[in-house]
């Protein structure tokens, strides 16, 4: 291509703003704006739905005794509950963070690879579809956990083929997501933006690509073996011809715990822009966050059989897993005692995003306390597969890895739509939020410690109180959740008018551009000095 | 509302919801709250590692959020307060990465001695196998050829059916109650194996202070010595299919004399039960075996009237196997399709003849088919002939 062509496209854009019309705009995009727009609206959608499952798993277990479904659908429900928010809401939103984000963030015109971005969305719906319409077909949609174990993913009827092709498709996706983010990174960083001048959401997301590259076709391997299992007579995990159901938990784990850190890193990201912003203090220890990051990541490919203690591994295999789950506290505990101290004799304001920032401290570390508990193999033993884990992870995924992606909405809903989002709105979202998932989620610790397993549909009457706080903390939650769509759509319609900086104490190249930034920005590269890097 | 109202109405939901807290504890639900102690050697070493990192955990806690309340309190801009701008301390960082180390270092050393506590399993006195079955549970007392079949009680399986108006508390320990329960001696090694025959299933009672994988074509080991007499009561804990929820586990702990008898009666039982395999039968003393069969076994797919639940499992009522010859009837019982286990391990040759008979001829199987050279009587040996 010549240079004049290359100079008439550059100055058109910059003097209309050039932006497509129609479905077409959406259908075709390449623009990375659009294309994290469409993910996180996306993501937003498949909460909801899988949202909406969790308040039929919550209504069935406000009473001992079956009232509303039957034992197999509530079955299904737990699974694709499961399936839908790992793979259609935090991964998706995630992904659309760091499209809107990332860029702007570097200093790059776009991500470097628009095309493939635009297949990476839009394979979701298609994935969704496939997986979703399982409820309509004979035996009903999955339901033996979304951790596909055999021989029971295998008695699934027609809606098998179904969800070993929906997985493919996710994973696929998320390949080319992180494909696109790490040659983003690596190629179009803005002169003077060297790595270690980052931001920090951008290195939790190279990290966060690699993890992606490295596991996502662990699992689409671990499936297609099931996939053969059953249509095409192997025996992969079939004793009787040779195989072990247990060499399927190993491979699913292999990729299972790294994808656990897939979903918290971009979240860690996140408030570490937020907290520095609203402490008007730069980040702490910026080198030791990217070491401990990355540390994570590489311990998280050591750690999977801790999934799976009670399969009965030999003496030395559980010693291995514990002390290499234990060992993944450190670098966490240096994360949190890094947002800690950057806090510290800050001048701190409590904006909604700060607030949900400083949710995801305090409820990220419960999460992480029973976590620390549960890798001690032998009390293991007794809390697997009881609600106790159940609260564990729900603490790290919603007041953790949720809350951190709902706090970087607030923090950059502004940035996008051009107006301040309703802080009033947004305080009640927060506090109501806070209240209804620890009433979710903290009584589960006490059910599961006395005996309650999990995934099942009915349960002792000694049981019963509890679950009945549970569900009314689960239906609090849900309904609280209303107020956030709410905001978003009263912010993106009007409001006041939000400056390019935004935040008083906002850093980094993002908030050099107007609010909302041209559909094309930094068509020419910024340059970068120490001065200007991130916060 | 102002921001102000908003925040003294959420100290004032925290209040209730600790008072709420509290009431439930002190009304005598403190059992529904920690780990239990259990009543083996592993149990007790088990609950006092919990507890130690329990209280190391809630320690860290107190600590690490005492630190950020205060900060968040001190370090706000409304008290006209200037931020520092410091953004490292080698000697601070050093200091949270040291500590840390140290604690873990301190909770791994109990920790691996119980669980090298645990994988002891040599010496045992006697074995117990256990198998999972969807959706129930086999015991073999390896020595002394005792062996059963244990499933939900049969009243229970009546009040957990959907829409049955039965209520939860209307029977003792609902869900979690059996028809054959295990007993088993106290004061004594007990090797406890566990295995499975369709899909995974996780044998777990909390009073014994682990659960183990029940895993198709693997058998895990480990061990057991109960010091107390009484009932111990658990669940499977590994998701298994529909009835995962309802397929409990009860261990009646007894002394060794009571255990002795027990043995003694419970063989004599099984000889009787192999003496009647090659007895004939009459209509009317299968129909009511087969009933009562049906209702522990067949009960929760085909469900009470036989009519299945569409798209999952098929209707029994006027069905092609129901109605159609005998035999095809009695390979699918033995041997199971897709979804619907094989029944030739589980129920012995009598047990099947009844519940086929009983299938032939209720809800209309049999009238519906009178003069077309249907088989309405199915004896155990034709049972034997078909294995």
Redesign the interface.
């Known amino acids: 291509m010549s240079e004049a062509v290359i100079h008439d496209h550059d100055s058109h854009d910059d003097h209309h703003d050039h932006k497509p019309t129609g479905i077409g705009r959406w259908l075709f995009s390449t623009n990375h704006k659009d294309i994290g727009t469409m993910y996180l609206v996306f993501a937003l959608i498949m909460f909801f739905i899988g949202g909406a499952m969790a308040m039929v798993i919550r209504l069935e277990l406000f009473q001992?005794?079956?009232?509303?479904?039957?034992?197999?659908f509530f079955?299904s429900m737990t699974t694709v509950h499961a399936l839908v928010m790992i793979f259609g809401a935090l991964m998706p939103a995630g992904v659309g963070l760091a499209n809107w984000m990332i860029p702007i963030m570097i200093g790059a015109p776009d991500m470097a690879m628009p095309r493939m971005n635009n297949m990476s969305f839009w394979i979701l719906p298609f994935a969704f579809t496939l997986l979703l319409s399982t409820f309509f077909m004979?035996?009903?949609a999955p339901?033996?956990?979304w951790t596909m174990?055999p021989?029971?993913v295998l008695?699934l009827?027609h809606g098998f083929p179904f969800l070993i092709f929906a997985v493919h498709f996710l994973g696929i996706s998320s390949i080319m997501g992180a494909i696109n983010i790490i040659a983003t990174v690596f190629n179009m960083r803005a002169p003077g933006m060297t790595f270690m001048r980052l931001p920090l959401f951008v290195w939790t997301w190279i990290i966060t690509a690699f993890l992606l590259i490295a596991s996502m076709p662990v699992l689409a391997g671990a499936v297609t073996m099931l996939l053969t299992d059953k249509y095409f007579g192997t025996a992969f995990f079939?004793?009787?011809g040779g195989g072990?159901?247990?060499m399927f938990q190993h491979v699913f784990w292999f990729f299972g715990h790294p994808e656990v850190y897939i979903l918290v890193l971009p979240s860690f990201g996140v408030i570490s822009q937020i907290i520095p912003t609203f402490?008007?203090?730069?980040?702490?220890?910026?080198?030791?966050m990217v070491y401990a990051t990355a540390s994570i990541a590489f311990l998280s490919f050591f750690v999977w059989a801790h999934h799976m203690f009670?399969?009965?591994m030999p003496?030395t295999g559980?010693?291995f897993f514990?002390?290499a789950t234990?060992?993944i506290?450190?670098p966490t505990?240096?994360k949190?005692?890094?947002w800690?101290?950057t806090?510290?004799?800050?001048?701190?304001?409590?904006e909604t995003p700060m607030l949900f920032a400083?949710g995801v401290?305090?409820m990220f570390?419960?999460g992480g306390?029973?976590g620390?508990?549960m890798g001690?193999?032998?009390?293991d033993?007794?809390y697997?597969?009881?609600y106790f884990i159940v609260a564990h992870f729900h603490y790290v995924i919603v007041p953790g890895i949720i809350f951190g992606i709902i706090g970087g909405v607030y923090f950059w809903l502004p940035k996008w739509t051009g107006h301040m989002y309703d802080e009033?709105l947004g305080?009640?979202h927060f506090?109501l939020s806070t209240?209804s998932v620890n009433?979710l989620f903290f009584p589960m610790h006490?059910?599961g410690?006395?005996?309650m397993?999990r995934?099942?549909?009915?349960?002792?009457?000694?049981?019963t109180?509890?679950n009945q706080?549970i569900s009314l903390g689960g239906f609090a939650f849900g309904l609280s959740q209303l107020i956030f769509v709410w905001v978003i759509i009263k912010c993106v319609r009007g409001g006041e008018k939000a400056t390019d900086q935004v935040w008083e104490g906002a850093h980094g190249l993002e908030w050099t551009l107007p609010s909302p930034p041209p559909f094309h920005s930094f068509t020419t590269p910024p340059q970068v000095t120490d001065a200007t890097a991130h916060s | 509302?102002s921001?102000n109202k908003?925040k003294q109405t959420?100290l004032g939901?925290?209040a209730v919801?600790l008072l709420?807290v509290s009431g439930?504890v002190s009304a005598g639900?403190g059992?529904?709250?920690?780990?239990?102690e259990g009543v083996t050697p592993t149990s007790q070493?088990?609950y006092e590692?919990?507890m130690i990192?329990?209280y190391i955990?809630t320690i860290?806690?107190i600590a690490?959020?005492g630190?950020?309340c205060w900060?968040?309190y001190h370090?706000?801009?409304?008290r006209g307060?200037?931020?520092?701008?410091?953004?490292?301390?080698t000697a601070?960082?050093i200091t949270?990465?040291i500590i840390?180390?140290l604690i873990?270092v301190a909770?791994?050393i109990p920790?691996?001695k119980?669980?090298?506590f645990?994988?002891k399993t040599g010496d045992a006195e006697m074995t117990l196998k256990v198998t999972g079955y969807q959706w129930k549970w086999k015991y073999d007392y390896m020595e002394e050829g005792i062996s059963f079949f244990s499933a939900l009680h049969p009243d229970h399986n009546e009040?957990?059916?959907?829409?049955?108006g039965?209520?939860?508390?209307s029977v003792d320990?609902?869900?979690?109650d059996v028809d054959n329960p295990i007993v088993l001696p106290i004061n004594t090694k007990i090797r406890i194996v566990t295995t499975a025959a369709?899909?995974?299933h996780?044998w777990?009672v909390?009073a014994l202070?682990?659960?183990?994988?029940a895993?198709?074509?693997?058998i895990?080991?480990n061990w057991t010595y109960i010091e107390e007499p009484g009932v111990y009561r658990?669940?499977?804990?590994?998701?298994?299919?529909?009835?995962?929820?309802?397929m409990p586990i009860v261990i009646n702990a007894v002394s060794k004399e009571e255990y002795v008898a027990w043995v003694e009666e419970k063989k004599a039982e099984q000889e009787a039960a192999a003496a009647s395999a090659s007895k004939t039968f009459t209509k009317d003393e299968l129909m009511s075996k087969g009933e009562q069969i049906y209702g522990t076994q067949c009960v929760a797919c085909h469900q009470g009237e036989g009519q299945g639940?569409e798209?999952?499992f098929p209707a029994l009522v006027n069905s092609a196997i129901t109605t159609g010859p005998a035999a095809d009837h009695i390979d699918i019982v033995l041997n199971g399709k897709?979804?619907m286990p094989a029944f030739k391990e589980q129920l012995n040759d009598a047990d099947l003849a009844a519940v086929i008979t009983f299938e032939r001829n209720k809800w209309g199987n049999y009238e519906s088919t009178t003069g077309n050279g249907h088989t309405d009587v199915v004896q155990p040996a034709d049972i034997k002939a078909a294995r």
């Open positions: 001992p005794g079956m009232q509303y479904v039957d034992p197999q079955n004979a035996g009903g339901a033996g956990g174990y021989p029971l008695q009827d079939n004793a009787a072990d159901p247990v402490s008007r203090k730069p980040l702490f220890g910026y080198a030791s009670t399969v009965g003496l559980e010693l514990m002390y234990m060992s506290a450190v505990g240096v949190i005692f890094n800690m101290a806090m510290w004799k800050g001048a701190m304001t409590f400083i401290l305090f570390s419960i306390f029973s620390l508990m001690i193999t032998p009390v033993f007794q697997h597969d009881t009033t305080k009640w506090w209240i009433i006490f059910v410690l006395a005996g397993p995934r099942i549909p009915d349960y002792n009457v000694q049981f109180d509890w706080i | 509302m921001f908003l959420v939901l925290i919801s709420l439930v639900y059992d529904t709250l920690n780990l239990i070493k088990v590692l919990h990192i329990l955990v860290i806690g690490v959020f630190v950020m900060s968040i370090h706000r801009k409304s307060v200037t931020p520092a701008t410091f953004h490292h301390s601070a960082e949270w990465t840390p180390i873990l909770m791994a920790a691996t119980t669980l090298i645990m994988e009040v957990r059916k959907q829409g049955s039965l209520d939860p508390n320990n609902y869900l979690l369709d899909v995974i996780a777990w909390p202070g682990w659960k183990r994988d895993i198709p074509g693997f895990n080991d658990g669940q499977c804990a590994e998701l298994c299919g529909r009835d995962h929820g309802f639940i798209g999952m897709n979804l």
